[in-house]
């Protein structure tokens, strides 16, 4: 039993990161009041962008080039998501609508580019991928120290660090306080002085960066290149994990951990005695099957924010 | 004198969309250093070079027009129902498994795998339908998952029944849609009888939604939810139909891929894409049944079209992707097309 959770455990922390960026992300975007169904196609562009500076610059940058990565696929997922928010927040688009041409554009530009640029419908595999440390002192505690604490990932650590920067900060600063207002309550928002298009602004492009790193977590320690199925259901898969941990980033947290062990069971369910009757298939519509489950109030009540979805327009009551 | 009516204006939304979907292409080609002129040129080629494309591009139009369909009924309830991919999966299926599992009769066999197909769409739809009928819970998260869960089921099925293979085996031609008189007619395409059962189900939902009652209470519901209840409507029971007739149109639109195109079902990696490309259907022809067929006209013949592009003119097929995709975004950004428009009206009316 042992030796299946030292199997699994460091699988789901590393099939989750990419998630945590993800789902956090869409909490910041959502909670302002903008729905993003556009973060799959944001995971993309930033696993597209995180390969291709990867391939280019590995040679300049030596072992620091998947970190520069990581932060040049975060700014053009930004600046990608911003259309997102001009059409949604000034253009007052139908959100959804607006959030599926994101995800058909990150898919089609970055396609388009892979063919262009290396003649072939993927990229050729890095060299420098994300590195794997041993947290001192942790990983010698015995039994939970080999599982969690030895060759996790960089970014895995990060992401968890990221759950809790964002819990604080949607929690505990004046800017939280106004993104969360504007999502609830706008109206009464702008009474008070908060500017909400800023905020809402600000709230998309942070989702856009957020899952511009999540994707080239993905493409940089899962699957190493960038072709038409890397990144495929993931953010979707976020979007379950932001809704089934309750807009909260901390929720959004836990659930990526537990969409990522349900990964991680359909991945090796055949190599573990007692799953291997299993079909893997449950495994794979586990995390659909429940963000549905959750929804309905199944397993407790989630409320979105109130006024997700719909575009504020000053005067009208 | 009224230069622009509002009825024109809404006429014109659309075509500008195109019209700058085209030209923000054009720019990408430009500054990806290929020539958009042979590119538009190689794209209309792909499209109505000779009968034989012309034959092929009609054929992609079939299941494009039904996945609009899907689409544009769920609006018209005020459903957004994003599970058109998957209840197309799922009818894709059912018609794949009910044409190579029995042997009938033409009569009998052909009509009932689009039957199955039309029932496991419905069943796919009727889900989110119930949920949102009954708990309130948002159509569109639903649609979404059981998108996947389709996809994943589905592959799992083609596996059990194939013994632990990647493919269906090839339906009985009791079965198919394939016609031998529209293929030699097209110089040997793989047009088949698929558009017509995509055209009659144009006329299936225009006479649903303006000739019945219960299509009069669709729309009311769409219109206002609360109104068609305080009328005496079953608001729920109405949610509940159009998602089912919605998916119906979405798993026919699966058949046409069984029992026409291909004949039989591939375990799939990801989505086909058709889908979605519904939505972009369905809005461009503002959620009616003759916008339908024009909005998958169009979409249809581009996707087919750009398969030219990469042989005639260098060009990776995407390209056609990012233009649908810009002609959606736009669309979506309607409102301020409009407003400029109104604008523009007012000007020419001071003068």
Redesign the interface.
């Known amino acids: 039993m042992l030796d299946v959770l030292y199997f699994i455990v460091p699988i789901t922390i590393a099939s989750a990161a990419p998630l945590i960026f993800t789902a956090i992300g869409g909490v910041f975007s959502e909670r302002s009041g903008v729905i993003n ?1 556009g973060l799959e196609g944001l995971m993309v562009m930033g696993a597209f962008i995180g390969i291709l500076f990867n391939l280019f610059f590995a040679e300049s940058l030596g072992a620091w080039t998947p970190w520069i990565a990581l932060l040049v696929a975060m700014l053009v997922s930004a600046l990608f998501a911003t ?1 997102h928010a001009v ?1 949604s927040i ?5 959100q ?3 959030g ?6 990150g ?3 970055a ?3 892979v ?2 640029i290396f003649g072939k419908g993927q990229t050729d595999f890095i060299q420098e991928k994300i590195p794997r440390f041993n947290i001192p002192y942790l990983q010698d505690i015995p039994i939970i120290g080999p599982m969690f604490f030895k060759l996790v990932y960089g970014s895995s650590i990060i992401a968890i660090a990221v759950a809790f920067i964002a819990w604080f900060v949607i929690y505990k600063t004046p800017f939280g306080l106004r993104l969360r207002s504007v999502g609830e309550h706008p109206m009464a928002a702008d009474t008070m002085g908060i500017k909400v298009t800023k905020i809402r602004y600000i709230a998309v492009i942070i989702s856009g960066g957020l899952a511009g790193i999540g994707g080239a977590v993905y493409s940089q320690t899962i699957t190493n290149d960038f072709g ?2 890397t990144i ?2 993931q953010g ?1 898969m976020a ?2 994990a932001m ?1 089934f941990g309750k807009w909260h980033p901390l929720g959004a947290m836990g659930a990526a951990l537990f969409f990522g062990f349900a990964q991680a069971l359909a991945i090796s369910s055949s190599s573990i005695k007692i799953l291997a009757d299993i ?3 449950y495994f ?2 586990f995390p ?2 429940l ?2 489950l959750a ?3 199944f397993l407790g009540k989630s409320s ?1 924010p109130k006024s997700l979805g719909n575009p504020y327009i000053k005067g009208n009551r | 004198m009224n230069i622009m009516s509002n009825k024109m204006i809404n006429i014109l939304v659309p075509v500008i969309s195109i019209i700058l979907g085209l030209l923000v292409g054009a720019v990408v080609m430009l500054i990806s250093d290929y020539n958009p002129v042979t590119g538009y040129i190689a794209l209309w080629n792909g499209i109505f070079g000779d009968s034989y494309v012309i034959g092929e591009t009609i054929r992609q139009i079939s299941p494009y027009i039904l996945a609009g369909l899907a689409v544009a009924f769920a609006f018209r309830t005020g459903l957004f129902n994003i599970g058109v991919e998957g209840q197309l999966i799922v009818g894709w299926f059912a018609a794949a498994y009910v044409g190579m599992a029995f042997e009938l009769p033409k009569i009998i066999h052909l009509p009932l795998a689009l039957l199955a197909a039309a029932v496991a769409g419905a069943l796919w739809g009727l889900i989110p339908g119930i949920l949102k009928a009954t708990l309130k819970v948002h159509e569109v998260i639903v649609t979404i998952m059981m998108n996947y869960i389709a996809l994943h089921v589905v592959n799992a099925l083609i596996k059990t029944i194939s013994g632990g293979g990647f493919k269906t085996d090839r339906i009985h031609e009791t079965a198919s849609l394939r016609s031998e008189f529209l293929s030699n007619l097209t110089d040997y395409s793989t047009l088949h009888y698929g558009i017509f059962v995509a055209l009659a189900m144009v006329v299936v939902m225009w006479f649903i939604l303006e000739k019945t009652k219960s299509g009069y209470e669709l729309k009311s519901v769409g219109f206002n939810e609360n109104a068609s209840q305080y009328a005496g409507m079953n608001v729920n029971k109405n949610i509940i139909l159009a998602m089912v007739i919605s998916g119906a149109f979405a798993g026919l639109g699966g058949a046409m891929e069984a029992l026409g195109t291909f004949g039989n079902m591939s375990s799939m990696g990801g989505f086909t894409g058709i889908g979605f490309d519904g939505i972009a259907v369905a809005l461009l022809g503002a959620n009616t049944p003759l916008g339908v067929i024009f909005g998958a006209t169009l979409f249809g013949s581009l996707k087919y079209g750009a398969n030219n592009m990469p042989n005639a003119a260098g060009i990776p097929v995407e390209i056609v992707s990012i233009i649908i995709a810009l002609v959606i975004f736009f669309v979506a950004c309607g409102y301020i097309i409009r407003v400029g428009l109104i604008r523009l009206r007012n000007k020419k009316e001071a003068k």
């Open positions: 169904i259309l059409a000034s253009f007052r688009a139908d959804v609508v607006s599926v041409a994101i995800n058909m554009l898919l089609a530009i396609l388009f580019s063919k262009m038409h199925a495929n259901g979707f979007l379950a809704i079909p893997a298939v794979h519509i659909y099957v963000t549905i929804l309905a109030g979105a």
